[in-house]
């Protein structure tokens, strides 16, 4: 069947640093990307989208990067900060209405 | 305004009991959905709600009935669960677009749901 997944379950940056989570999927329909940010004890919330008619999209210090040749999706957070720990899911839109979640990363920013 | 709330935020019940869950948003969206997330796991699909009809049921069992009263509200009504159905229950909205255009969910914070 299709997935979506991560490549580092966990990941460790010094605070100020650049962040960079990537994601591979694998449903070579899917034509919606989205990335979310998982606090402990919060809901998903949306940090920033890609169509898969574009390969980067930039928002405020994130940056979503999508290779469609090598089914590849990766975030981007410059200047890592405390309140950027949390789990991060990359999720992907493979049908109408229906968004395939990956297995998560956790960001943990070392002050 | 993105937000999405859900009531209660805990649960405790037993594997006889009836309870419902709650979800309201006021954005306007015609799209909403439930979704179930275990400890260290993604959040999984259970409904959608296209236009306050089900557009999507993922196989999930009948212990979990969906219901969408109007377009800002959508309940989940649980009966005779079991232990393992313990988890946050997520709720999402959104504007419902065709597939064509992007249509960003907005999750609520979850009722976390312990069966005993």
């Known amino acids: 069947g299709e997935s979506v997944g991560l490549h580092l379950p966990t990941l460790s940056v010094q605070e100020g640093d650049n962040s960079i989570i990537n994601c591979a999927y694998s449903n070579s329909a899917s034509d919606y990307f989205i990335w979310y940010k998982q606090e402990s004890g919060k809901g998903p919330q949306f940090i920033i989208d890609?169509?898969?008619?574009?390969d980067k999209r930039q928002g405020q210090r994130v940056t979503v990067l999508l290779n469609k040749t090598v089914k590849h999706l990766s975030l981007q957070i410059a200047a890592t900060q405390p309140g950027d720990s949390a789990v991060y899911f990359c999720?992907?839109?493979?049908?109408?209405?229906?968004?395939?979640f990956g297995t998560g990363t956790k960001l943990q920013v070392i002050p | 305004d993105t937000e999405v709330t859900q009531t209660p935020k805990h649960l405790v019940m037993g594997m006889t009991n009836k309870k419902s869950l709650k979800c309201e948003q006021h954005m306007g969206h015609r799209a909403m959905y439930w979704y179930k997330q275990k400890a260290k796991k993604p959040p999984e699909l259970m409904f959608v709600y296209s236009y306050e009809k089900l557009s999507i049921n993922e196989s999930v069992p009948s212990r979990f009935s969906p219901e969408c009263p109007n377009s800002s509200l959508l309940n989940l009504h649980l009966h005779a669960l079991q232990p393992e159905d313990s988890a946050l229950y997520l709720c999402a909205s959104s504007q419902g677009y065709t597939r064509r255009l992007a249509d960003t969910q907005y999750f609520g914070p979850g009722t976390r749901l312990t069966v005993l």
């Open positions: 890609i169509r898969s008619n574009m």
């Open positions: 999720a992907e839109r493979g049908g109408y209405q229906k968004v395939t």
